[in-house]
């Protein structure tokens, strides 16, 4: 199969060409593609070197399939010039996430929605994924009433710019700077743009949509989200309030069996999940599973996975295998 990605020399489309590759995705040929600046260059891939092409050059060698990693504007501009040539894309940033012609998908909760018509399909936000992964079996079990989370997010959510300056401060050299202020040493509550609401833009993705994809408008999701100074994976600390009552072994033996979940919860023996440990991992790890001892049928847990994998690029990739699998593409 003919595969496109759009976006190939950044943070995300390098590292969606390493889990095309490490999946065994069954890539043909790669149509890599970026920025002008970036054109004539060469990425690798499976040991074979390609030329970066520019999006017109890339329509025309008419891949199955194009993964988005180029921005928001970029994939207004591009997604649609690729749908109208009959190409499938899967589209990384937020531009049409919240379009309500379009399918917002993660494979283990809502990839049934998809059909051959979808052209253009988006991938959701990080945060939003890992949490999503873990609360749709659980919604289908106890009804997820309220959700209140807070997440502890990793610079590589940001990119190679964040990245460098965290490296940079740890390392007492001047650089360029990603963020407003120091991230070495430091938190920072503020993650994408402030809205009129006083949230952020990222804390209104998680809200609207967790909604969206777990296909149920009357949950009640209030986020704050926090960049730190990790890589490795975002974190987010979880309430969950049903509207039934749950047993403990009952919700873990539960998550256990849910695809893409991987249960870390043995405090006498401090396993939990982490950052450190999720990096290069594609699964959603959950722990710190416990009862809110404050209100009735509430559950504390702790949720982490690798952002630029599960949050990003191998969730695009699950997509574009579903749909070979179910012969959409």
Not at 23 to 35: G, K, Y
Not at 212 to 235: E, F, L, N, Y
Request: with cysteine; hydrophobic share 40%.
């Amino acid at each position: 199969m003919k595969v496109a990605v759009v976006g190939a020399t950044g943070l995300v489309g390098s590292k969606m060409l390493q889990v095309l590759a490490e999946r065994n995705f069954p890539v043909t040929e790669l149509v890599p593609v970026a920025s002008e600046r970036s054109i004539g260059k060469e990425v690798e891939f499976k040991g074979k070197k390609y030329t970066i092409v520019g999006w017109a050059d890339a329509i025309a060698a008419k891949p199955a399939v194009a993964i988005f990693s180029a921005g928001g504007g970029t994939s207004l501009e591009l997604a649609p010039k690729f749908a109208e040539a009959g190409i499938t894309v899967i589209d990384n940033s937020s531009a049409w996430r919240m379009d309500p012609t379009k399918k917002l998908v993660v494979p283990e909760v809502n990839a049934d929605v998809l059909t051959k018509d979808d052209k253009i399909i988006a991938n959701p936000n990080c945060s939003t994924i890992q949490m999503v992964v873990v609360l749709k079996p659980l919604h289908d079990k106890y009804k997820i009433k309220r959700v209140v989370v807070s997440t502890y997010q990793s610079v590589t959510g940001t990119g190679v710019k964040a990245v460098d300056q965290l490296m940079n401060e740890r390392n007492g050299v001047q650089g360029e700077m990603a963020y407003k202020y120091p991230i070495d040493l430091n938190a920072i509550p503020h993650i994408d743009v402030f809205l009129e609401n006083g949230y952020t833009k990222e804390e209104m993705k998680m809200t609207n949509e967790t909604k969206k994809i777990i296909g149920d408008d009357s949950i009640k999701v209030t986020a704050t989200t926090v960049r730190i100074p990790v890589m490795g994976g975002h974190s987010e600390s979880v309430n969950i309030e049903f509207e039934n009552d749950f047993d403990l072994n009952e919700v873990r033996e539960l998550l256990s069996k849910s695809p893409g979940v991987v249960v870390q919860d043995d405090v006498a023996n401090f396993v939990y999940p982490m950052p450190l440990t999720a990096q290069e991992k594609d699964e959603t790890f959950v722990g710190r599973i416990r009862r809110d001892e404050t209100q009735a049928n509430t559950l504390n847990c702790w949720i982490v996975s690798d952002n630029l994998r599960k949050g990003a690029a191998t969730n695009a990739v699950q997509i574009a295998e579903y749909l070979m699998g179910k012969g959409l593409l």
